[in-house]
């Protein structure tokens, strides 16, 4: 497979990078220290179409696909991740989740608002008492004359209380498990629904991250995506795409923790040279960089069969597990070789350290991926 990118891509990528460089570069450590969830980027990130690039034309996007998406993800992760994560699952699970199951009416009423950045949009799966294995799911939706009635907490939502728009999964039928999990569409605003204060994260300050919680809210039958009961394969389904889009955001933490450590590297000086000459930072540079490479080609090619409409659970899995452990990886060898400046907040070191240890557990632990991926090398 062949990943060198078209001129008109890397143009693209440039535009972007630039972007990131002089937006968001600047304003990520004070967003870092003040936890602001950063409605100004994200509008300009909008502006860009940064937020439509995997949706087609007529629903608002530009239709360029999820390589694309992917290329210029990583520009916006190696600028903060925070913003990143915001783009990776408003671009991601809401619109995925609506273009592929959603009736006409629901994709024209929602998809171009999040694909053009006007609203927010937001994926609710976990639970309180449930992550990875989320069929056991408590939050139900009871069928009411007006619609539905959902009671219970969804957990770790990304942009809860900022995104306008949620995507719910709840069980409409207690006893059936998986089976038993329908998936709906529901308004900011929406009588009966509620958010739990911003969880205080280790990382990823700006992106804000909180409880739903649904009480007695009615929400009208048009509500409904897809089938009812079908909703936990459309989730998962959607999370192949979803974990292509963390794995990027890996890999610009990753990038980014690189060229820091790459540049501190040359210009500090030891024992009468610079720390780059000496073996032991020489190779932790070469592990990092080549690890690096490794971890955006796996995503490249996840990326690249999804645009042909292959399925992708494994490689999407392998490209997640690859290349969130690589920036754990490489956030730690660039920490140690910024010695007791990457542990201070001079440098931005330790908040790559610290951003990229969630890409392990959300949209998936290493622990599931390594599930997933050992199941399919069982499916013919
Ligand atoms: N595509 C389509 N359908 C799929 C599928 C996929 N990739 N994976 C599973 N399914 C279907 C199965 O075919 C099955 O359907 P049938 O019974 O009709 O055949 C159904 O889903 C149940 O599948 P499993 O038996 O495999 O389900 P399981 O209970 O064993 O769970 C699991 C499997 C892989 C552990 C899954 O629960 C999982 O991925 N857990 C992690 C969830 C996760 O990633 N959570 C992150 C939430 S998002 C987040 O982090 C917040 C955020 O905002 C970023």
Known sequence: MNFSLSEDLQLMQRTIRDFAEQEIVPI?????????????TLKKMGELGLFGVMTPENYGGTG????????FLEEIAAADAAHATIMSVTSGLPQKLLLDYGTEEQKKSYVPKLATGEWIGAFCLSETHCGSDAAAMTTKAEKVPEGYKLNGTKAWVTSGSKAQLYLVLTKTDVNAGAAGVSCFVI???T??????????????HASTTTTITFEDCIIPET???GQEGKGFSMAMA?????????ATVAIGISRAALEAATAYADERQAFGKSIRNFQGVGFKLADMATRIEASRLLTYKAAALYDEGKNVTKEASMAKLFASETSAFVTHQ?????GGYGYVKDYPVERYFRDAR???????????????????????
Not at 64 to 71: I, K, N
């Open 28 to 40: 990520a450590p004070e967003l870092d220290r003040t936890h602001v969830y950063p409605f100004d």
């Open 187 to 189: 308004e900011k605003g």
């Open 358 to 380: 969630i890409t392990e557990i959300y949209e998936g632990t290493s622990e599931v991926q390594r599930l997933v991926i050992s199941r399919e090398l069982y499916k013919s």
């Open 238 to 246: 959607s999370l192949d795409a979803g974990r292509i889009g963390i």
């Open 334 to 338: 660039a920490l140690q070789i910024f």
């Open 191 to 204: 009588e009966g629904m509620s958010f739990g204060k911003p969880e205080e994260k280790l990382g990823q």
């Open 223 to 225: 509500a409904l995506v």
């Open 64 to 71: 360029l696909g999820t390589l694309a998406f992917s290329v």
